[in-house]
């Protein structure tokens, strides 16, 4: 990730964090926070991608050493991303460990967002 992907992604954290702070209702916080997951969700899936392709890109040129670099990172992926934005949405939204309905509220939304997407078969288990 290069730093100007990591500056927007911090503002972007900042905006979710500010606009489900203000949210008026929760209704309002259950859907942002459901577009929050997806916002990080996008930015996982594109680096899945990129490494992907990165990976395939040197096996093929025979750099075994980078191939397996980015197949390592591919795989912890998951874990560098999905962690941190649970704590972030803890602090934001303590009330989603507080009510199991509330949850049930965010996924709905969230599966609504990624219907129909090429990726939706890998986005609803990014919330698992």
């Known amino acids: 990730m290069n730093s100007s992907t990591a ?6 954290r900042t905006d979710h964090l500010a ?8 209704r309002a916080r259950i859907q942002l926070t459901a577009e929050w997951i997806l916002d ?6 594109a680096e899945f991608l990129q490494l992907t392709w990165a990976a395939r ?11 397996v670099a980015h ?9 560098a991303t999905v962690y941190p ?9 303590p009330q989603l460990n507080e009510h199991e309905a509330l949850w049930h509220g965010v996924e709905g939304d969230y599966r609504e967002l990624v219907e129909g997407r090429y990726e939706a078969d890998l986005a609803p288990a990014y919330m698992d």
Not at 7 to 12: D, F, I, P, V
Not at 40 to 45: A, E, G, I, L
């Open 7 to 12: 500056t927007g992604g911090e503002r972007a």
């Open 19 to 26: 606009r489900i702070g203000s949210a008026a209702s929760e």
């Open 40 to 45: 990080v969700f996008d930015d996982f899936y």
């Open 57 to 67: 890109a040197a096996f093929e040129s025979r750099d075994p050493a980078t191939a």
């Open 71 to 79: 197949a390592r990172r591919r795989l912890g992926l998951y874990n």
């Open 85 to 93: 934005l649970a704590d972030e949405l803890q602090r934001a939204f």
